[in-house]
């Protein structure tokens, strides 16, 4: 069965610092996608950055970062320069393109941001 | 309005009471998404809409009715719910239900308390 964990129900980390929240999932597909979404307290979640399982390259938004590990099964997620403003709950995500277009969320990590 | 909106984004009703939950977007995507975001909980998807067909129903209880008259509007009928459906429940849209690449774009949620 395919499954996302977020080993880290919740993390902090000083404003400007680094931070990496940790995901794994568990499938037997060679083709699929991997996202992390943020959901700020006020609930609309919203895409943070998104990695096509056959590219290599890990995928970068600004300061937002992902180390793909695809044979670990691993998708972790770096916040550089931390600010305020990401304080949010943080779910990693799996998709794969099927006739059910499976999505399949992780427990989420939340991230506290401290001045 | 923009995105995805969600009326009401609070609810609470007994157990014998019927409600509705609507949902519409506004980004011209063609296939839409009911969640339910529980406490401690991975996010659950509960129904897949793609041209207003529904395409997934992940073993959800009858007493959740879906129903999709056009490619912008959803919504959840509910009917003789437990308090343990009590939850946040989200919508989402995307472009594609087979392009799995394409990011999903959330609602704000209806925060549902059964008594």
């Known amino acids: 069965a395919q499954t996302v964990t977020q080993s880290q129900p919740e993390m902090s980390v000083q404003e400007a610092e680094t931070v990496t929240l940790s995901c794994t999932y568990d499938?037997?597909?060679?083709?699929?996608?991997l996202f992390w979404y943020k959901q700020p307290p006020s609930r609309q979640m919203i895409l943070v950055i998104r990695q096509e399982a056959y590219k290599q390259q890990n995928a970068t938004e600004n300061r937002f970062s992902v180390n793909f590990q695809k044979a670990a099964k691993s998708f972790s997620l770096k916040i550089s320069d931390s600010q305020l403003g990401d304080a949010a709950m943080y779910f990693c995500a799996y998709r794969v393109q099927d006739r059910d277009d499976k999505i399949i969320f992780g427990k989420g990590t939340r991230l506290h941001i401290l001045p | 309005e923009t995105g995805v909106t969600q009326t009401p984004r609070h609810l609470v009703m007994g157990m014998t009471n019927k409600k509705s939950l609507k949902c519409e977007q506004h980004?011209?995507?063609?296939?839409m998404y009911w969640y339910k975001q529980s406490a401690k909980k991975p996010l659950e998807l509960m129904f897949v809409?793609?041209?207003?067909?529904?395409?997934e129903n992940n073993s959800v209880p009858s007493r959740f009715s879906p129903e999709c008259p056009n490619s912008s509007h959803l919504f959840l009928h509910l009917h003789t719910l437990q308090p343990e459906d009590s939850a946040l429940y989200l919508c989402?849209?995307?472009?594609?239900?087979?392009?799995?690449?394409?990011?999903?774009?959330f609602g704000p949620g209806t925060r549902l308390t059964v008594l």
């Open positions: 989402a849209s995307s472009q594609g239900r087979f392009w799995s690449y394409n990011e999903q774009f």
């Open positions: 809409y793609s041209l207003e067909e529904r395409v």
């Open positions: 499938t037997s597909e060679s083709d699929y996608y």
């Open positions: 980004l011209g995507h063609n296939a």
